[in-house]
């Protein structure tokens, strides 16, 4: 099946650094991949979507310039959080449908962020 | 009003049982439904997707009915492993294709 690769699993860093988060579609060409973010015992909620070659687009609330993404290939998309902060603490996961597998969505394991 | 609304739960089963999860949703322009099972932080993992026609995949039936925007997921002779978060999903179409998931319901199966 299809792999979606997604690093750092877990970071730690202190308030006001930046943090990136890779996601790799491993065996295919992802057009669009979707950055989502967890807290304790919420659901997904999708921040944005990545468009290869294109501006993300964002979810309502969501802040563009804290949570800078890049999809510069068909094969990685980064999510950058620029100046994070302790509520910026969350689970972020990524996203890929791959052509052909229909509406099936393939995750990456996810990175779980926590700034002090 | 959350758009996908399911029971938190915890439900607490003994092993063997048979246990039946619910979940609504409010947009009826939603096309696709889903349900996912999640381990604690780990990434979502594709559990069934769900038909108005109902299916079943071994021990799991999923049932969906259109006209009550409502989705039902049932697990007969629950095991150990089946101890996990289950997501209720839709997806839509606005600029682009969504997925929106509910915020899970948790199971836990006993010895």
């Known amino acids: 099946g299809a792999v979606v690769s997604q690093h750092p699993s877990r970071v730690i860093c202190k308030s006001g650094t930046s943090v990136k988060i890779e996601c790799r579609s491993l065996?295919?060409?992802?057009?669009?991949m979707f950055w989502y973010r967890q807290f304790p015992k919420q659901s997904l909620m999708l921040m944005a979507t990545?468009?290869?070659?294109?501006?993300?687009?964002?979810e309502q609330g969501v802040e563009k310039d804290k949570f800078l993404i890049n999809h510069a290939s068909l094969t990685l998309s980064t999510l950058t959080v620029t100046s994070a902060h302790p509520e910026d603490s969350s689970f972020y996961i990524c996203?890929?449908?791959?052509?052909?597998?229909?509406?099936?969505?393939?995750f990456g394991s996810g990175t779980q962020l926590s700034v002090l | 009003r959350k758009e996908v609304e399911q029971d938190p739960g915890p439900f607490n089963v003994p092993e063997g049982a048979t246990v039946a999860f619910n979940c609504t949703y409010s947009?009826?322009?939603?096309?696709?439904f889903f349900w996912y099972r999640q381990d604690c932080r780990k990434e979502p993992k594709l559990l069934m997707s769900?038909?108005?026609s109902g299916n079943e995949d071994g021990r799991f039936t999923a049932q969906l009915n259109r006209a009550s925007q409502y989705i039902s997921l049932l697990i007969r002779d629950s095991k150990l492993s089946d101890s996990a978060t289950y997501l209720c999903?839709?997806?839509?179409?606005?600029?682009?294709?969504?997925?929106?998931f509910g915020s899970g319901t948790r199971l836990l199966v006993r010895p």
């Open positions: 990545s468009n290869e070659g294109s501006k993300a687009t964002y």
């Open positions: 947009n009826s322009a939603s096309q696709s």
């Open positions: 996203s890929a449908g791959r052509q052909g597998a229909g509406e099936k969505l393939f």
């Open positions: 999903v839709v997806s839509r179409m606005d600029s682009s294709y969504k997925l929106i």
């Open positions: 769900v038909y108005s």
């Open positions: 065996d295919f060409q992802a057009t669009t």
